[in-house]
């Protein structure tokens, strides 16, 4: 099995093709990634996570996602897999 990976060390993510992993690192990520890489996420949540993290500062567990309007838990467990802290 071959596996081809990109990580960009800013943010943490890390994109795998073949076995396709898919992380990012909410919180380092931008707005663009978050959207672009978590499943059900438009910009629009995307960016009131950015701005969650700037106000209360990095998240603790995954769980905490659900502290941000409009995201709930079904969205966290739906992208566990990819959210890294």
């Keep these: 099995m071959t ?3 990109a990580a960009d060390s ?9 076995g396709i992993v898919i992380t990012v690192n909410v919180n380092t ?7 672009t890489l978590l499943k059900g996420v438009g ?13 209360h500062g990095p998240f603790a567990s995954k769980d905490d996602l659900t502290k941000v309007k409009g995201i709930g838990a079904s969205t966290v467990k739906k992208n566990e897999d990819r959210i890294l802290l």
Excluded: F
Excluded at 43 to 55: F, H, S, T, W
């Design 10 to 18: 800013s943010t943490n993510q890390t994109v795998k093709t073949d």
């Design 29 to 35: 990520a931008s707005a663009e990634e978050i959207s």
């Design 3 to 5: 596996s081809v990976s």
């Design 43 to 55: 910009l629009k949540k995307a960016q009131a996570i950015v701005e969650y993290r700037g106000q």
